[in-house]
C-alpha cells in the first residue's frame, strides 16, 4: 500500500463511522491495475481487526463478474447469500422482493416492484443488519456487476444515514459516472514508492528506473514488469497504454503454457462465473481435466480454492479468452450450454456460440429477458432482448424483440438508448400495428425530454392503427400529455377518437369539454370520475389481482389529476395520499416524485406550506436517488410557488432556473405581490390556457395594472369555470374577482362569507379580506375595514407572505390602528426542523412507529431515530411522548 496513506486515511474514516452508528459511502475510482482492490482487502482486513470496542463489523462482499453482467441480480445473490436466513424478517413487500431476486421464492406469487424496489428491499435488511453489528459492504469491479444489483446498491448508498453501514466500490474510470457519492481516484504511484514496492518484489535497483518508465507508476504493471525482467527497452514510455501493456504481459504468460492448460483456462474464462461443476462438465466433454490447470495454477494466473476457480486479475481472464480462436472459443460455449444446469446460463452459452441468427437461440433469450424484466432488472432484460433480436431471422420478429428491448430500457430510465432502440425496430417493421407500438414508445420518450405536445401528437397519429385495447390507453395518454402540453386540440382529438372506437373515458371527455370551454359539462364529468374513484378506494381497499390493483392505480392517479383540474383540494389530497401510501408499500419508488408533487400542490393550496415543502423535499431526494432528473424542475416549480408568496425573489428565480412549462406561473404571483402589476400580467397569460387558476389573477393584475379592459375575459371564463366546479373557494374568487372590476361591495360580502362559511385556501381568504379591506377604506369607511384586514394580516404572516404582510399592516395603519397584530407564536415551532425531521415528527406524534415511519419515508429505523434526536431540543421537548401537544396546539394555531 505504498503511497496510499490519504485513500487509507479516508476509508479507515469511513469505518470508524460505521462502528459510531453512522453510514456512508465511497466509490474506489481508476484504471486497471492501479491497487483498488487492495484498498478494499485493506477496508476488510481492518474491519475483521478492529479492537475499539464497537461489535464486530460483519462484512458482505461481492465481485463483478463480466460474464455474469445478464444474469438478473447475480450480484446481489453474491452479497447477500451469507445473510439470507436474515430475509424473512422484513416487512413482507421487502421479503418477498428479495426472496424474488435471489430465487428463494419458488411457488410464491410476486407481485415486483418498480425498478427501485431491490434498493428498497436491500437499504431495509442492510439496517436490519446494522442494528446488531456494524456492516461493511465491499464490491469491486462494479463495472461488470449486474445493471440490477448496481442500481439497488446505489440507490441504498444514497439513502444511508444513521443505520452504521459502510460500502465501498471499486470500478474503472469510464464506468458509473455521476453517482453523486463521494469518490477516491488513487494515482499512479511516484519514483520513491515504486522503488519501494519494486524492491519489495526482489528486483534489482539497477532495474528500477526502467520498469518505472515502462509501468507509469501502475502497481499492477510494476509488479508484472518486475517478475518478467526482461524484454524491457531503454527508451521511454512505449507506445500501448499501460493496461494494454499489462494485458500484452498476461497473454506472454498465457500463450507459454501447454495447450491443454490453455484449454482448460479457456474454459474457465468463458464459463466466467469460476462454478466447478459447470466449468468441469464441459472440460470432461472437450477431453480435459482439471489436472490440465496445474501449469496455470504453478504459473500464478489461477487459484483454485474448494469449488471454484478464480483468476487472479480479471485482466488475466480476458487474456485467456482473447488470445483463443474463434472456433475454439465457439466449442467451448456449446459444452458449456450442453453441460449447464440453469436456464439462464444455458441461454447465455447458447448466444455465445451462435455464429448465425437462430431462433431457438433467440427464443432462449426472449424467455430470460421476460424473466429479467419481472424482477424489475430492465436493464438486464434490454440487453438479453437486443441479443435476441440480433439471431432472430425473421424481421418482424426482430422488429419485436427490439421493441422489447426499447421499452425495457425506457423502464430503466434511459431515454436516448430507448429512442435508438425504437428507431432501429422499425426498419424490420412492416406491420402498421407494430408500428404504434414503437411509437408508444417514442412518445414516452418525447414526454419524459420535455416535449408532451409532440408525445401526444404520436399516440394520436399512430393509434388508428393499433388493436381497440392498445389504442384505448394511447388515447387516454396521449389526452394526459396534450392537457399538459396546453396543447388542447389534442385533448379534443383523443377523446373524439375514443368515442369513435365505443370506448369513450369519462375523464378524457371531461378535460376535452374543458379544453373547449364547455366547463358546465366538462367539470361535473371529472368530479363524477373522482367520486367513483374516492367510493371504490373507500369500499374495497384491496384489489382482487395484481393487474386490477395497477389499473386502480392508474385510475386514482387520473382522479388526482382531475382533482387539480376541478380545483377540488380536499379529493386531490386525499387521493394524492392514499396513492403515495400504495406506492410506499408496492415499493414503488420510480411513480413517488408524481404524486408527491400533486400532494404538495394539494398542501400550498390547503395552506400547509411547511408541510408541502418536506413533501417536494422528499420528491427531490427520491429523484435525485434514483436519477429521474427530468422530475427536478416541476418540483422545483412547486417550491417557487410558497416562495413567491412569500416574496423572496431571489429564492423564486433560482428554483426556476431550468424554467419549467408552469414556471410563469410563480413569476406573476410574485410579481403581483411586489407591485409590479404589468409584468405579473405577461406572466400569468402564459399559463392560463392551462391553469383556470391564473385566471382570477389576470384579472387583479389587470385591474391594478390600470387596464381593466384586459380583466373582462379572463372574469368571464374564471366566472363559468367556479361556477360549473361549484368548489365554494373558486364561487368566493369569483365574487372577488366581480368586485374588483365593477368596484362594489355587494360581491365582496358574498365572496368573504363564502370564504369563511366554507373554508379551503386560505392565501385565496387572506387576498379577498386585503381587497375588501382596501376597499371598504377607500370609501372611508375605516371602522369597518379593520376586522377583514386585521383577518388577512394573521393569515399572511401565518404563511410567512411577506409583502402581502407589509400591504396588510399599511392598510390597517390608514385606518388609524397603531399596533398590528403579532404572528402565533405556536406554528413557528415546527420551522426550526428540516423538511425531513418535520416529516419524521409528525407521524411520531401520529403515534406511528419508528420501524413504521422508515418504511414509509424509505429510509430505517435507527435513522428515524437520529432525526427525533436531533428535532427534540428544537421543539424544547424530550421524549416523542410530549409531540401530539405540541403539534396539536400547532394545529389550533394554523386553523
Known sequence: MYGREAELAEIDRLLADARAGRSGALVVRGEAGIGKSALLEHAEHTAANADDGAPRTRVLRATGVEAEQDIPFAGLHQLLWPVQERIHALPPVHAQTLQAVLGLCAGVEHRPGDRFAAGLALLTLLADLAERQPVLCLVDDLQWIDRGTAEALLFTARRLAAEGVAMLFATREETFGGTGLPELRPRRLVRADAGRLLAEQGLPAALHDRVFRESAGNPLALIEFAAARRGLSDGGAAPLPVTDRVLASFRAQVAALPERARLMLLIAAAEGRGYMPSLLGAAQRLGVDLADLAAAEQAGLVEVAGSSITFRHPLVRAAAYQDAPSARRVKVHRALADTADDPGCRARHRASAAVTPDESVAADLETQAGRAGELADFDTAASLYRQAARLTPALPGRARRLRYAASAVLRAGNHAAALSLAAEAEQYAGDPAERARLASVRAAVEFERGDPCAASRLLVEHAADAAPAEAQSMLRTAATYAWTSGELSGVRDAAERLRALGRPDKAVDGMALVAAGDHATGLPLLAEMIAEVRAADA???????????????????????????????????????????????????????????????????????????????????????????????????????????????????????????????????????????????????????????ADADRVEAAVRAGTPDRAREPLERFQRWARAGGQPWALAVAARCRALLDDTEEPFTEAVRLHVEHGGRPFERARTQLLYGEWLRRSRRRSDARAPLRSALETFERLRAAPWTERARVELRATGETGAAAPAAAPDVLDRLT???????????????????????????????????????KLGVSSRRELPRLLGAVGRAES
Not at 420528491?619 to 429521474?628: E, M
Open 539 to 693: 369500499s374495497s381497499p384491496a384489489a382482487a389481482s395484481p393487474a386490477a390493483d395497477a389499473a386502480r392505480a392508474d385510475r386514482r392517479m387520473q382522479a388526482v389529476h382531475a382533482g387539480l383540474i376541478v380545483g377540488d383540494d380536499e379529493a386531490t389530497l386525499e387521493l394524492a395520499t392514499a396513492h403515495a401510501a400504495y406506492c410506499r408499500a408496492g415499493g414503488l419508488v420510480g411513480s413517488l416524485p408524481g404524486v408527491l408533487r400533486a400532494q404538495a400542490q394539494a398542501q400550498i393550496a390547503a395552506g400547509l406550506h411547511r408541510d408541502a415543502e418536506s413533501t417536494v423535499a422528499e420528491a427531490l431526494a427520491l429523484a435525485r436517488d434514483i436519477g429521474l432528473r427530468q422530475s427536478t424542475g416541476p418540483l422545483k416549480a412547486t417550491l417557487a410557488r410558497i416562495a413567491a408568496i412569500e416574496g423572496d425573489e431571489r429564492r423564486v428565480r433560482e428554483l426556476l432556473a431550468d424554467a419549467p412549462p408552469d414556471a410563469a406561473y410563480a413569476l406573476g404571483l410574485l410579481d403581483l405581490g411586489l407591485g409590479r402589476h404589468a409584468d405579473a400580467l405577461r406572466h400569468f397569460d402564459d399559463v392560463a390556457h392551462r391553469m383556470a387558476a
Open 835 to 873: 423538511p425531513q425531521e418535520r416529516q419524521v415528527v409528525r407521524l411520531a406524534a401520529d403515534g406511528v412507529s419508528s420501524r413504521e415511519i422508515a418504511a414509509q419515508l424509505f429510509l430505517s429505523p435507527r435513522t428515524v431515530e437520529y432525526h427525533l434526536y436531533k428535532a427534540y431540543p
